[in-house]
């Protein structure tokens, strides 16, 4: 079964210092691995996806995320944080026969001015 | 503009009313999906639909309803809502391999 783990309910970085959200993840196939931002009141907006191409993926918002197969991890990274960065991040994994995700449990963002 | 439409945004309503969450896709989309989502909390799947005719429960164990007789509309009925189904109600729709495209939300409060 697939399942994902993000480490750090809550991070807290300030602005201007790089944002770090770690994501692990198990599977049995090759997944393909995505990444959601949701803002307060708000749905699930998708920021980068992994679909087994490059494995540096380059997202809105200035964000990226490496595959790193060896690690099972999907960590996502900004160099540098903005005030407008402050949400709730999901990770998600998907299986690639019927492509339903199975979702982290999300972490929210803190940008300290 | 190919989109997912989910109204009310808001719904305060009595108890033992009855609801009913519209869910509605532009992008032709097979798959739709129904999730519950305390604030600040974790996602659960509550229903699915892989087409039309097609619902299944998902993972948490709800009192709601769901029906799919067009691809577009994924409506979600309480028959008799109660305090304990305040949350938020999110859409999504989906094309394999392409991730899921969620709607605003329905934040449902119930008094």
């Known amino acids: 079964a697939q399942s994902v783990t993000q480490l750090g309910s809550h991070v807290s970085v300030s602005e201007g210092a790089l944002v770090l959200l770690r994501c692990n993840y198990s599977?049995?196939?090759?997944?393909?691995l995505f990444w959601y931002v949701q803002y307060p009141n708000q749905g699930l907006q998708l920021l980068l996806k992994?679909?087994?191409?490059?494995?540096l993926v380059k997202g809105i918002n200035g964000f990226e995320a490496e595959f790193k197969k060896s690690e099972t991890s999907f960590h996502l990274t900004k160099p540098s944080a903005h005030m407008s960065d402050a949400a709730e991040y999901f990770c998600?994994?998907?299986?690639?026969?019927?492509?339903?995700?199975?979702f982290g449990k999300g972490t929210k963002l803190s940008v300290k001015p | 503009e190919a989109d997912i439409y989910q109204t009310p945004r808001y719904l305060v309503i009595g108890t033992g009313k009855k609801i009913t969450l519209e869910c509605s896709q532009t992008?032709?989309?097979?798959?739709m999906y129904w999730y519950q989502q305390d604030p600040g909390m974790e996602l659960h799947l509550i229903h699915y639909?892989?087409?039309?005719?097609?619902?299944e429960k998902g993972d948490l164990s709800s009192e709601s309803t769901v029906s799919r007789i067009r691809t577009e509309h994924f409506p979600l009925t309480l028959e008799s809502a109660r305090p304990s189904h305040t949350s938020q109600y999110l859409c999504?729709?989906?094309?394999?391999?392409?991730?899921?495209?969620f709607g605003s939300g329905t934040r449902l409060t119930v008094v």
């Open positions: 999504a729709s989906s094309e394999v391999y392409y991730g899921y495209t």
């Open positions: 599977s049995s196939v090759p997944p393909y």
């Open positions: 992994y679909t087994s191409a490059a494995t």
């Open positions: 998600a994994v998907s299986d690639r026969r019927q492509g339903n995700l199975i």
């Open positions: 992008m032709g989309h097979d798959k």
């Open positions: 639909s892989y087409g039309v005719n097609s619902t």
